[in-house]
């Protein structure tokens, strides 16, 4: 069983950044993807951003170019930079884990849904 806490989120402006953390506690063992979430307001949970154990990293097209996910094995942590911030962006953003990027892509993860934390983005 993994507890994981999300943080980093804030109020910016447009074309400011943040760098979100997610620590994480507990087993990983069959954990391969660990990603970002987020549910914009009126909208589902989407994956963002997703990393493997063996460093192949998924961007949703909307972000790609902008947002760098990269992960911490050793604690267990993942992290989303991201720049250029637009008030699309603006949600709560969730860590999680899953097998594989095609599933956890299809909000098929393995851990409960942690409480988030919150991105503003306004002008």
């Known amino acids: 069983q993994v507890q994981q806490v999300e943080s980093g989120g804030g109020s910016v402006q447009t074309g400011g950044s943040l760098r979100l953390s997610c620590l994480a506690s507990g087993s990983i063992f069959g954990i391969d993807t660990m990603g970002w979430f987020r549910r914009a307001p009126g909208k589902q949970r989407e994956l963002v951003a997703a990393?493997?154990?063996?460093?192949?990293?998924y961007y949703a097209d909307s972000v790609k170019g902008r947002f760098t996910i990269s992960r911490d094995n050793a604690k267990k942590n993942v992290y989303l930079q991201m720049r250029s911030l637009k008030s699309e962006d603006t949600g709560v953003y969730y860590c999680?884990?899953?097998?594989?990027?095609?599933?956890?892509?299809?909000?098929?993860?393995?851990?409960?849904w942690g409480q988030g934390t919150q991105v503003t983005v306004s002008s």
């Open positions: 999680n884990g899953g097998p594989s990027i095609p599933t956890v892509q299809a909000l098929g993860v393995l851990w409960h």
């Open positions: 990393v493997t154990n063996g460093g192949i990293i």
